[in-house]
Every structure is written in structure tokens, then in C-alpha cells.
């Protein structure tokens, strides 16, 4: 009757639901969660995709969800499962985010293209999307150490673009200006993934960092990485410089995480 006993308890404190509780956030964000659940080999489940996970010292979990740039606003359900059963169901409230429109004047080959030039966007874009799930040997937390270059933001993330009065897509990165040269630190360490000179984003590198995020860093005067490296925390990648369709010196910092846009600054 006591091992009876014993076993009920067990089966309690791993498959007794958690309190519910609501979290917030706007579309871009990158959201931190956690659960009052104990339990083995959690899974967090969010947007139909499970999300990272990282155990407490109490026993307790925290995971990470991505809020795409696009996804609608809304109430999303959270699910934080273990080897037994669901111990967990949260919310998720998706705000719409207010985004600045932004305009910039360019060369006309570089906002209207002929049919090589588009297949080049084409293939160079694919190329660099490929990165966004391309699975890195590494267990980072979920979050960067500080930006990769110091300077004013010129085109924050969300931005509505129009291209010489043309609407384009919105801006899924941040844009920061300064002095071309300018040395470009990795703020968390990782594989490269691809290393190019694009026709529209210029000298690009991206970095694979685990736990599918991944950070694009474009317009480059120059670049100090190879595919396939591993880089280390703070380490120089490149230069600022305005090489691809860029209307000054700057860098373009991108983050996709399990491949939604999602808002740098969020990983700060």
C-alpha cells in the first residue's frame, strides 16, 4: 500500500498542471516564459513548434518563444509538456507593433531590376534563407551580449520601407550608421553559415548560434570570416561600409529565430 502511495505522489508532482499565466508581447518580440512545473525533459510548444528550453537550479523551467514580425496580434496558446504528460497551459497576448515608415532614395539599378539581376536577388536570397534552419551543434541561453557595432540607429526594426516611393517588404533587422572601418564584433559566439557578396545586402555574413537562432550582419565594407568557422563571443567579423543597395555607410543586423523576424534588441 505504501509503494501504492508512493507512486500516486510521483505521478503528482510530474503531471499536475501548472497555474496558467499570461504573457505579453508584440509582434518581433522574443519572449522569456516559465513554469512552475518540475519535471524531466520539458518541452515548450508554442505557434505549433516546440521552443528551447533551460532547466533552473530549483528544478523549474524557462523557455524562449520567437514572435514573427508578421504574426497576427492575438491569443496564443502555450503548452509546457514533460516525458509524462502536459503539466502546463499559458497564454500568449500578441500585440501589433507601431513601426516608423521609412523612406530611401537609391540608384535606379537598385530598385528596378532586369531578369539576371533578378535571378541573381533570387538565388542569393534563398542562399541566405537556407541559414535560417540549418541546425548548429550548440546550447547557448537565448540572448546576445550587446550589439555588434556602436553608432545611431537609422532604420529601426519593423519599419514599413519604400524604395524610391515603391513599397517594399518591412525591415526585419535594425539598421545602425557608422564611420565606415568600423570594427563588427559578434555578440554571441557560433558557426558561420555563409559568407557573400549579395547584390542588395552587400558583404554579408551570417552566424548560426543554436537553438535556431541566427544573426545576419550586411553592407560590409569587408569581412573576417569564413564559412564554416567558429567565432567567439566578441569577436570582429568585418567592417562597416555601404557595399549592396545602402545610401551610406551602416550595418544591417538581423536576427531569425527558428526563422521568425524577430527584433535584436529583444535579445539584449
Not at 24 to 40: H, I
Not at 137 to 161: C, K, L, W, Y
Request: hydrophobic fraction near 40%; include cysteine.
Amino acid at each position: 500500500m505504501l509503494k501504492l502511495i508512493t507512486v500516486i505522489s510521483t505521478l503528482m508532482l510530474f503531471c499536475n498542471p501548472a497555474a496558467a499565466t499570461e504573457w505579453q508581447a508584440t509582434q518581433g518580440d522574443v519572449v522569456k516564459v516559465e513554469t512552475s512545473a518540475v519535471g524531466s525533459r520539458m518541452t515548450l510548444q508554442c505557434f505549433g513548434r516546440n521552443w528551447p528550453v533551460k532547466q533552473n537550479s530549483d528544478g523549474q523551467w524557462r523557455g524562449w518563444i520567437g514572435v514573427d514580425l508578421k504574426k497576427d496580434p492575438g491569443v496564443y496558446n502555450i503548452t509546457w509538456s514533460n516525458a509524462a504528460a502536459t503539466v502546463g497551459s499559458d497564454q500568449l497576448h500578441v500585440k501589433k507593433g507601431e513601426f516608423r515608415i521609412s523612406h530611401i532614395q537609391v540608384e535606379k539599378k537598385m530598385a528596378e531590376f532586369d531578369a539576371k539581376t533578378l535571378a541573381r536577388i533570387n538565388r542569393e536570397a534563398k542562399a541566405l534563407k537556407a541559414t535560417y534552419v540549418t541546425p548548429v551543434d550548440a546550447n547557448p541561453e537565448v540572448h546576445m551580449t550587446g550589439r555588434p557595432v556602436e553608432g545611431i540607429e537609422s532604420t529601426p526594426f519593423g519599419a514599413q520601407r519604400y524604395v524610391n516611393n515603391e513599397p517594399r517588404s518591412p525591415h526585419s533587422g535594425i539598421d545602425i550608421a557608422a564611420p565606415a572601418g568600423t570594427p563588427i564584433i559578434t555578440p554571441l559566439a557560433g558557426t558561420v553559415l555563409y559568407v557573400a557578396d549579395m547584390y542588395l545586402n552587400g558583404k554579408t555574413v551570417a552566424i548560426g548560434h543554436g537553438n535556431g537562432l541566427v544573426s545576419v550582419y550586411s553592407h560590409m565594407q569587408s569581412t573576417a570570416a569564413k564559412p564554416g568557422q567558429w567565432v567567439v563571443t566578441h569577436q570582429e567579423i568585418g567592417k562597416v561600409g555601404a557595399t549592396g543597395r545602402a545610401t551610406g555607410p551602416h550595418l544591417h543586423w538581423g536576427v531569425r529565430f527558428y526563422n521568425a523576424r524577430v527584433n535584436p534588441e529583444t535579445l539584449l
